[in-house]
């Protein structure tokens, strides 16, 4: 499973942007998706997911703010961030899991076999 996210970019605080994650060598429909993101010197920290259900989670930062969503026909998945602060620079990764992920594990990263190589997200204050 190959991973390619982009979208990323320099946005004023109060902004928006839009991030892709475009699947290949696997049906989208198969896998539940994640996204995370690292800042500098930060742990690694879940952002959204989405499982094969459709259903969506979020982490409590970005909840209200965030929007996660995949179109299997176009084997990609989304995270549409508004009201963006500067906290939320970091680089953002996205991730796949073919098992699930399983509901308790949504955002554990462990649960995530195959990754991105992250788009950096930086907001400006």
């Known amino acids: 499973v190959q991973l390619q996210a982009s979208g990323g970019g320099l946005v004023q605080s109060g902004g928006s942007l839009r991030l892709s994650c475009v699947v290949s060598?696997?049906?989208?429909?198969?896998?539940?998706m994640g996204w995370f993101r690292q800042a500098p010197g930060k742990e690694r920290e879940f952002v959204a997911a989405?499982?094969?259900?459709?259903?969506?989670y979020y982490g409590d930062s970005v909840k209200g703010r965030f929007t996660i969503s995949r179109d299997n026909a176009k084997n990609a998945v989304y995270l549409q961030m508004n009201s963006l602060k500067p906290e939320d620079t970091a680089a953002y990764y996205c991730?796949?899991?073919?098992?699930?992920?399983?509901?308790?594990?949504?955002?554990?990263?462990?649960?995530?076999?195959?990754w991105g190589q992250g788009t950096l997200v930086t907001v400006s204050s």
């Open positions: 989405v499982r094969r259900s459709g259903h969506t």
């Open positions: 060598e696997r049906t989208l429909s198969t896998l539940g």
């Open positions: 991730a796949a899991s073919p098992t699930g992920p399983i509901l308790s594990a949504v955002s554990n990263s462990q649960s995530y076999a195959y």
